[in-house]
């Protein structure tokens, strides 16, 4: 299998990480607790930095790569390029209300939880979308010049919080995405 299509399913697996993360704090609402604002709006940061920065665009090239070997694959790429700009959109205005949040200029729950939920939701049911219908046709179609065609049209960066240099403002995620992988694994142990 092409590295490129390892890649793609490693970055799907952090960001099922990340919101599953996201949702635990939503549901610390129904448990009467105060969430971690400041890790869901480091998350959401993320979210608009990284995958809408680098992995959908990157993604946009292969599917038209795909279109262009399989016509038959319009209907599939179209409807995944749509949800690219929709989850872009709403991402960005996560982020702008958990900034107010945090910031202390709203205060209502539903202005994060709502919208909150809606994106785990559609970027869960994105990416499964891609894993069944997508990534075996690129797979089966995308040969390594594609791949490196796609590299080349595309400004490279690194993945500023799985990435080999992480960025500080990410310290306390990381933090935290390490003691829910150790909780998980202790679990799965005392389970077994
Ligand atoms: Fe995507
Ligand atoms: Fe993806």
Redesign the pocket.
Known sequence: MSDSIVL?QA??VN?ATLLDLLEGQLDLFHRGKKPDYEMMLDIMFYMTHY?DVL??PR?DLAFARILELDPNSRAIVDD?TEQHARLKGFGEALVRALENVVNGSITSRDWVEVPGRAYIAEFRN??LK??TAILPLAAKLLSEADWAAIGAAIQHIDDPLFGPKSEERYASLREQITREARTSQARRLTDA
Do not use: C, D, S
């Open positions: 793609w970055e799907h960001f995958p992995h959908h993604e995944l994105h990416m891609e894993e």
